[in-house]
């Protein structure tokens, strides 16, 4: 079985920074794509950032230039270091691991809980 658990959220004043942690654990091969999605309206999903294995980094263009996504593979843990926070981005932000439990199997995603980030004016 595989956990996904985020930590880190909280409330900052806008223009503040937060960093989020996403942790891995279980029976896992090999882990593949990470992402961060922050949940919208109802049970839409909206795109953050993500990083491949090899260290590609894509962005959603209202974070670009103000988040960094990164991970260490050795602590299994994904972190979105944020900048220049605003109220608009307030929101619960989820970590989605795509991993590997068995050798040639297939490659599956799970999700964590989230974490509630609270951005004040």
């Known amino acids: 079985q595989v956990q996904v658990v985020e930590s880190g959220g909280g409330l900052v004043q806008a223009g503040g920074s937060l960093r989020l942690s996403c942790t891995v654990s279980?029976?896992?091969?090999?882990?593949?794509?990470l992402g961060w999605y922050r949940r919208a309206t109802g049970n839409q999903r909206n795109l953050v950032a993500t990083?491949?294995?090899?260290?590609?980094?894509t962005y959603a263009d209202s974070v670009k230039g103000r988040f960094t996504i990164s991970r260490d593979d050795r602590k299994k843990t994904m972190y979105l270091q944020m900048n220049r926070l605003t109220p608009q981005d307030t929101d619960v932000y989820l970590c989605?691991?795509?991993?590997?439990?068995?050798?040639?199997?297939?490659?599956?995603?799970?999700w964590g809980q989230g974490t509630q980030v609270t951005v004040s004016s």
């Open positions: 279980g029976n896992i091969i090999s882990t593949d794509v």
């Open positions: 990083i491949s294995s090899e260290g590609a980094t």
């Open positions: 989605k691991a795509r991993v590997q439990q068995t050798r040639g199997g297939d490659y599956r995603e799970t």
